[in-house]
């Protein structure tokens, strides 16, 4: 069996020392690799479709008869991470600790594994996900045939990596990933997977009020995971202070040596890939929204960025930063499929726009408040959303 290197991350939860309220999962980062080892085809099978974290399907095809395919039966639990697939194959991790293998063309349950009992979020002393089993979406490696999903385990409280078989759900292996020293019941695990190569993250908040220690900073590692750059805002001690993490969204890989990061603050920066230039190294900066929160969907020069009062896109070009549209109100982690840029609003609300215009092309309610911070996902002519403990999926063709 061929076993690719994983990486689960474990993110620090600042408001456990601060009093101040929890992140939910979109203020987490997840990492992202700045090479791909997964062949993706047609497949959605990391986070945001591929580990240079696009967000961007393999099918632009220009959307037509949109409509409403099939609704799951509802799962055990809620469903934060975001939906995969693989083939035939729609893989869910839902809050109950429970990996699903749905059929993509009508929504049947084909497998569930059960991984064992979550952690009642009472007891935690920061979180807001009640039970709370997985939160960071899954990666899938389809040449091994291999689901690897982090869950968070009653007994210990403690965080176990397990490596499932991707055609049956039975499990080839498992341990697990807490750092010596570290307490699970802080050290939540809220970023997803990711398969192999450089990793890039941003992180959030630390208690240092002088002494930089990488808060708040866009961080290049190793294989290895050590340190090989590093960018923060000269702004960093006042983000500590008052939890305006940067690490509310995940750095942007770009075409053209340029990495995009965006934060609490509404602030997005356009940074040098080979040197990020440490503290206050950006390139140029601008205020764009209230606050940045989700992971950004990026086409070519173009960047969508989910808010908490917007939508917006932002054109990126060697030395500047420049808003070409914005739509108002609420918005979740952008993808683009079938032409279009998607969001999910926290209020259960579907929405496509045009990427050139933001004209509005498809607006569906699904009937309930959805998980916070939800991100869809698109392959093989559909587009997959998580509603509460179900799971919808949308023709768009």
Known sequence: MRRAWVLAVILLLAACSSGKPSPTPSSTTTPRTSKSSVPIGADWPVYHHDNERSGVASDQAPMKNFRRSWTSARLDELVYAQPLAVGNQVIVASEGNTVYSLDASNGTIKWRRPLGAPVNGGSLPCGNINPTGITGTPAIDPGAGVV????????????????????????????????????????????????????????????????????????????????????????WVALNAGDVDLGSVGPVLMSGGRAFAAGKAGIVYLLERNKLGHVGGEVTSKHVCSRAFGQPAVQG?????????????????????????????????????????????????????????????????????????????????????????????????
């Open 148 to 235: 690897y999903v982090v869950a968070f385990l009653r007994t210990g409280p403690h965080h176990e990596l397990f490596a499932l078989d991707l055609s049956s759900g039975a499990v080839r292996w498992h341990r697990t990933i807490d750092p010596p020293g570290l307490s699970a019941v802080v050290e939540q695990e809220r970023g997803a997977l990711a398969l192999g190569g450089s990793v890039w993250v941003t992180t959030g908040n630390t208690a240092s009020s002088g002494a930089f220690d990488f808060g708040n900073a866009v961080v290049k590692l190793t294989s290895a995971l050590r340190v090989s750059d590093y960018f923060a805002p000269t702004d």
């Open 301 to 397: 020069s173009m960047v969508f960025v989910a808010c908490e009062d917007s939508l917006v896109a932002v054109r990126v070009g060697s030395k500047t930063l420049s808003v070409v549209w914005t739509s108002s109100g609420e918005s979740g982690p952008t993808i683009v499929a079938a032409g279009a840029v998607w969001t999910m609003k926290g209020s259960g609300v579907l929405t496509a726009f045009n990427p050139s215009s933001g004209k509005v092309l498809e607006h569906v309610s699904l009937g309930a408040p959805a998980t916070r911070f939800i991100a869809p996902s698109a392959a093989g002519g559909r587009l997959f959303v998580a509603d509460g403990n179900r799971i919808v999926a949308f023709a768009l063709h």
